[in-house]
């Protein structure tokens, strides 16, 4: 079982709509939660990370879920420039092996 | 303003070859860390570096070597190219280790026929 598992989809919503995605971590012991974004043919960077007590920008809102091991991702009215893989990655604090989920894979059309 | 820089961007390589995969950082980071991306596989670690003199292997490292002779780069050798090694290659850098300060260059697409 992958340490970091996430629904790849594709989800495909409608601009202005809410989607929502799960991340799921095996290693309880996991200390610091992120998401990334790739959009095709580039390198992941950096879309926010995940704090115990949530956190919102902009459309964008991360929430963690220690006891069901999991984080989640919102993003509320969709642009089509939001259409990309959004990636989960878990730390595992004291080891330098942030592990990557797979990436769920965002289309928005018009 | 350069961050992560990988080259070669493109390369095709016969099946036996060998060939570097370079990756030079400007920004003193002390992590650094070689991914190959597949289609539904996701990023997959093959080796890092916690600084300069350390490596160690990732989940995938076979086929692969790292040296880190200095803070500024982390060459990725592959020995005997396999059909198998056909992916994107990403280089990254991370300030903290814990992971949200992690960055990429820009990817190098590797085919081996």
């Known amino acids: 079982r992958k340490e970091v598992e996430q629904d790849p989809g594709p989800f495909n919503v409608p601009e202005g709509a809410t989607v929502a995605f799960n991340c799921t971590y095996s290693?309880?012991?996991?200390?610091?939660f992120f998401w990334y974004r790739q959009d095709c043919r580039k390198e992941p960077k950096l879309l926010m990370s995940?704090?115990?007590s949530g956190n919102e920008d902009g459309r964008f809102t991360a929430q963690l879920n220690r006891a069901s091991q999991y984080i989640s991702l919102l993003i509320r009215d969709s642009k089509l420039s939001d259409s990309a893989t959004y990636l989960c990655?878990?730390?595992?604090?004291?080891?330098?092996?942030?592990?990557f989920g797979r990436g769920t894979s965002l289309i928005v059309h018009p | 303003n350069a961050g992560v820089t990988q080259t070669p961007k493109f390369q095709v390589l016969k099946t036996g070859q060998s060939m570097t995969l370079q990756c030079a950082q400007d920004m003193n980071h002390e992590y650094m860390s070689w991914y190959r991306q597949d289609p539904g596989m996701g990023l997959r670690l093959i080796h890092y570096?916690?600084?300069?003199?350390?490596?160690d292997q990732g989940e995938v490292p076979n086929g692969y070597n790292v040296s880190r002779s200095t803070t500024e780069d982390f060459p990725l050798r592959l020995l005997s190219a396999a059909p198998s090694q056909t992916s994107v290659y990403f280089c990254a850098t991370d300030k903290t280790g814990n992971g949200n300060t992690i960055y990429f260059g820009e990817g190098s697409w590797l085919t081996v026929v």
């Open positions: 990655v878990v730390g595992s604090g004291g080891s330098y092996i942030p592990t």
């Open positions: 570096s916690v600084g300069a003199g350390i490596t």
């Open positions: 290693n309880s012991a996991s200390q610091s």
């Open positions: 995940v704090y115990s």
